[in-house]
């Protein structure tokens, strides 16, 4: 049976006036992975001009493509809330190199249906397909059959109180979180229909709330219901820092690895914004098998450093994750620098 090496990581957002070594020590990981992606966290462009009203906004010049070709990644995500951070020019920009130089793109486009269109490889007779989603959107990110954007996946909250107010006034109340029915519809259908021209289908996930762990009801929702299609695993990112690893029907779901690398320092970011990891795993067709994770520094102006398995970040990343995951019953096991990763026994 045909096998494949399998690698992802973080949100990137390469600032850098120079990207040679943009991945330090983690480049040749990538670069030695048969089959790789990661979420592409803005614009490269030269072009554009900051996207009105919006308060934080992203962009990397041109030559930071050069550190992406540099560690061989096959494909990248774009449905995200910083893509068109610059505006249309500067996605289209993005869109163009990306594809000038071979690397796959999923997530965004010009118009709805280039936007939900899946990315597919083929590597040792094994043939594996991307999706790509949002559920953060700003307001003119989403992509309609005229306007360019991002394949949006709407999420709802709503507030329940399970107390009475007035006998105990000030309780915070318990947020409830739901996808747009419609929009789960979409989700399976896009699904179903790839599964039936790949052997396996990876999600990517743009969702969470920011410098929160917190998995919320829309996230097991769609990722459930991903699964229930055909797909074989999804991974999320947006957070900023780690959050849970499921496993559901014997498929990982990922629900955050945190910034990989991620060249500016917002206000609201902390230490924990360091913490970040790697995922690995063997593909074959049917699905993903000996997932394993490599602890990393996240890169902020610097490469991004693999820890090494004495390193105190490296204990603290493992056990930050085992509680983040621990409601799920998934199980962390470190192995010489590598940490395997199982589901439920």
Request: aromatic share 10%; with cysteine.
């Amino acid at each position: 049976m045909s096998n494949i090496n399998f690698l992802t990581g973080g949100d990137v957002a390469p600032i850098r006036n120079t990207a040679a070594g943009m991945f330090g020590d983690i480049g040749p990981l990538f670069e030695r992975a048969d089959l790789s992606f990661f979420n592409l966290e803005l614009p490269l462009s030269d072009r554009g001009e900051p996207f009105r009203g919006k308060a934080i906004v992203h962009h990397g010049k041109t030559l930071n493509i050069d550190g992406l070709i540099e560690a061989g990644v096959s494909c990248v995500n774009l449905a995200n809330n910083h893509i068109l951070d610059y505006g249309e020019e500067a996605m289209f920009d993005t869109m163009e190199l990306l594809d000038w130089h071979g690397i796959g793109r999923f997530g965004a486009g010009r118009h709805f249906d280039e936007a939900r269109k899946a990315h597919i490889v083929e590597k040792n007779g094994l043939r594996v397909g991307f999706l790509g989603y949002s559920t953060t959107l700003p307001t003119g990110f989403t992509a309609t059959a005229d306007d360019p954007g991002v394949n949006a996946l709407r999420a709802r909250t709503a507030f329940e109180n399970k107390v009475s107010l007035i006998e105990y006034p000030g309780t915070a109340p318990h947020i409830i979180s739901w996808t747009e029915p419609a929009d789960l519809q979409r989700l399976r259908e896009d699904v179903t229909t790839l599964r039936q021209q790949v052997d396996v289908v990876i999600i990517y996930m743009h969702w969470g709330t920011s410098m929160s762990p917190q998995v919320h009801d829309f996230q097991r929702e769609m990722g459930k219901a991903a699964i229930d299609a055909g797909a074989h695993a999804l991974f999320g990112g947006h957070q900023h820092v780690m959050s849970a690893i499921e496993f559901y029907k014997g498929c990982p779901i990922v629900h955050g690895s945190a910034n990989l690398l991620f060249d500016t320092w917002t206000s609201f970011f902390t230490a924990e914004t360091l913490k970040s990891f790697l995922f690995g795993a063997t593909l074959d067709k049917s699905g993903l098998h000996d997932c394993y994770l490599l602890p990393i520094t996240t890169g902020v102006d610097v490469p991004p450093r693999l820890l090494p398995g004495d390193d105190p970040q490296w204990q603290a990343i493992v056990t930050d994750l085992q509680n983040h995951s621990r409601r799920f019953d998934t199980r962390l096991v470190g192995r010489d620098g590598a940490v395997a990763v199982h589901g439920p026994a």
